[in-house]
């Protein structure tokens, strides 16, 4: 019996990911950290090739643009919003094929005028680019209703 349990759990080892939690409003290091070493994150906070996508510099006041970021948020196929505070946003989404469960952030800097987003699998070695993917439709709503700066 213990050897069925020890190859279960080395036969699950692959699917490992990285579990997220949400910031904490009292957190005095607001950021979204960094993403794990596996192909199954996109971030405007990480310094690698593989995960790092560009900055979302906002055209307009945070104020202003916050309900158009939630609202964006909320458009994410499979996206619900699970935690909320001035100027942080943590969602759940699930991915369309195999419905596996990944987290979306994002996290205004009132003091750059820009948004940090995070997006990542809890589970797998890669994505396939999903997160990359939902990255960058919200990227593109935002854009449409002129909340962020497009740069060519």
Not at 142 to 151: F, N, R, T
Request: proline share 6%; aromatic share 12%.
């Amino acid at each position: 019996m213990k050897i069925i349990k020890l190859i279960s759990a080395l036969a699950l080892l692959p699917l490992s990911g990285c579990m997220v939690f949400p910031l904490e409003e009292s957190d005095p290091n607001r950021s979204l950290y960094w993403c794990p070493p596996l192909h199954n994150c996109a971030s405007t906070e990480a310094v690698t090739f593989v995960h790092s996508i560009q900055p979302f510099e906002l055209a307009m006041p945070l104020e202003e643009a916050w309900p158009y970021i939630r609202e964006a948020v909320n458009n994410l196929s499979g996206t619900t919003i699970e935690y909320e505070y001035d100027g942080y946003i943590f969602a759940k989404s699930r991915s369309t094929v195999f419905h596996f469960l990944d987290y979306f952030e994002v996290l205004a800097v009132p003091e750059e005028n820009r948004l940090n987003v995070r997006s990542s699998s809890l589970t797998a070695l890669t994505d396939l680019f999903v997160n990359y993917f939902r990255t960058s439709s919200f990227r593109n709503e935002l854009a449409e209703k002129g909340v962020i700066v497009v740069k060519q």
